[in-house]
């Protein structure tokens, strides 16, 4: 599975691919559901419920760490 799949396979089990996921008020937001601890969506345009915008975060995040364990359920 390249890393592309999995990206999918890990935003369809958080938020079933629905950019407004948690809106308005949850913690963890949008389709990859980042909670607000996630800074790298403010270099984005900081609009969690924007799509690019955070799975552009939600990238960078799984780029720093080399690993998916910033989503453990999924």
Request: charged fraction near 15%; glycine fraction near 12%.
């Amino acid at each position: 599975m390249g890393q592309g799949d999995k990206a999918v396979r890990v935003f369809t089990c958080e938020s079933g691919l629905n950019p407004l996921a948690g809106y308005p008020n949850a913690y963890y937001k949008g389709v990859a559901q980042l909670g607000p601890h996630i800074v790298a969506i403010y270099q984005y345009g900081g609009d969690w419920f924007d799509y690019r915008q955070n799975v552009q975060a939600a990238r960078d995040l799984y780029v720093s760490r080399g690993d998916w364990s910033a989503w453990p359920v999924c």
